[in-house]
């Protein structure tokens, strides 16, 4: 056995150390998912939400292409992370630097896209990236203006993440304001066909939201828990053209439920049903 070379007063101060960062480093992420407040700043989001460019920062929206990208990278110093094409150096900096996280409530949007796989069968794949292109350009630009995280644009489905410091205390109801958005920029709610078929899904709880590490050796900042893994399952259960609200959301959001469709749906992996309200644009 090999025996430590640290003397037990030299493990115990490190592990004291440790402590006092793992407890700076959640007070940290914690100040900036409920007050906005930190290196990566609510009015550079602002600034940069209103330049011309895709794609973008998930975490501060920088552009990385187009007209706006040599904006924020002449001024602001900000380009794509060479290890995380995600996020910019700058935010890829701070998710290096503060890898961990803080649990708080915050509200979350799942848009999923029906039948994607029959979708694909049915087209070439480059008539069917062009289409997926267009629904995450759609989605990710309501989910910008609406002050969401986007914490995932992979596969066939688009995901934001609503926290206090960023969307305010209404979290849950914009939320739910961008999914009917979506699902408006898509075709949805007038006279015509939709040009791609969507569900959402809306649910508000708590939630561990900070950096954590990749293979890799990258950072990416992430929402994990019971509550991601909710909103996921309402909105692959939701039909074409329906947003299923959870009744933490609902509730959170103020919104009366007059007229609104009540359902009870199974879910996968919970076990008891899962009260919802329906909504439709």
């Keep these: 056995m090999i025996k430590s070379a640290l003397t037990p007063e030299t493990e115990e101060r490190q592990m004291t150390e440790k402590t006092e960062q793992d407890l700076m480093v959640e007070e940290v992420w914690r100040t900036y998912l409920t007050t906005g407040e930190h290196k990566i700043e609510r009015r550079y989001r602002q600034i940069f939400r209103l330049l011309p460019g895709d794609p973008r920062c998930n975490g501060c929206y920088a552009p990385f292409q187009g007209a706006g990208s040599a904006v924020v990278k002449a001024i602001y110093g900000r380009r794509p992370s060479s290890l995380n094409p995600q996020l910019c150096n700058i ?155 959870s009744e933490s959301a609902y509730k959170a959001s103020g919104l009366e439920p007059n007229g609104v469709e009540n359902r009870l749906l199974e879910l996968k992996g919970k076990r008891e049903p899962v009260n919802v309200w329906v909504m439709r644009v």
């Design 91 to 245: 935010c890829d900096e701070f998710a290096q630097k503060y890898q961990g996280g803080a649990e708080i409530e915050l509200s979350l949007l799942f848009v999923d896209v029906r039948g994607s796989t029959t979708l694909a069968e049915g087209m070439n794949p480059t008539e069917y990236s062009k289409l997926i292109n267009r629904f995450y350009t759609a989605a990710s630009q309501v989910m910008i203006k609406s002050d969401a995280l986007i914490d995932k644009i992979i596969g066939d489905q688009a995901a934001g993440i609503y926290v206090p410091g960023f969307a305010g205390k209404q979290h849950a109801r914009r939320a739910i304001d961008a999914a009917q958005e979506i699902l408006r920029a898509t075709g949805y709610g007038n006279s015509g066909e939709p040009w791609i078929s969507l569900g959402a899904g809306v649910h508000t709880g708590i939630a561990f939201v900070g950096s954590v590490g990749t293979e890799q050796g990258t950072s990416d900042i992430t929402v994990l828990g019971d509550t991601p893994n909710t909103a996921a399952r309402l909105s692959t259960s939701a039909r074409r053209g329906e947003i299923l609200i």
